[in-house]
Nanobody
Framework: EVQLVESGGGLVQAGGSLRLSCAAS????????IGWFRQAPGKERERISC????????YYVDSLKDRFTISRDRAKKTVFLQINNLTPGDTAVYYC???????????????????WGQGTQVTVSS
């Protein structure tokens, strides 16, 4: 079992930056990829990026890759999401999740999302 805890959200002005953290507790994450998602009020959940733990390979949604950067600290089993040049449109609850990743070139999708964090709120003021 994997437990995930997000942190780092908050209220920020447009143009600012945030770094979100997703701390994982598990014996091993090698069988998983960690993904970042967000959900704004009244909207469907949206995927952002993911990191395949066994080799550190990263994937992004094309429309977001210029402002979002995923990274990790292997020793601390923590995955980060750096968000730059925030806009009010980025306001959402941000979640991380662990699951089974399928890839083809730069395309990616989770076959399953087995564990979720509780989410962290990001609010961007104009």
């Amino acid at each position: 079992e994997v437990q995930l805890v997000e942190s780092g959200g908050g209220l920020v002005q447009a143009g600012g930056s945030l770094r979100l953290s997703c701390a994982a507790s598990a014996f091993s994450l090698d069988d998983y990829a960690i993904g970042w998602f967000r959900q704004a009020p009244g909207k469907e959940r949206e995927r952002i990026s993911c990191l395949r733990w066994r080799d550190g390979r990263t994937y992004y949604v094309d429309s977001l890759k210029d402002r979002f950067t995923i990274s990790r600290d292997r020793a601390k089993k923590t995955v980060f999401l750096q968000i730059n040049n925030l806009t009010p449109g980025d306001t959402a609850v941000y979640y991380c999740a662990a699951g089974d990743l399928s890839t083809f070139g730069e395309m990616w999708a989770f076959r399953s999302l087995d564990f979720w964090g509780q989410g962290t709120q990001v609010t961007v003021s104009s």
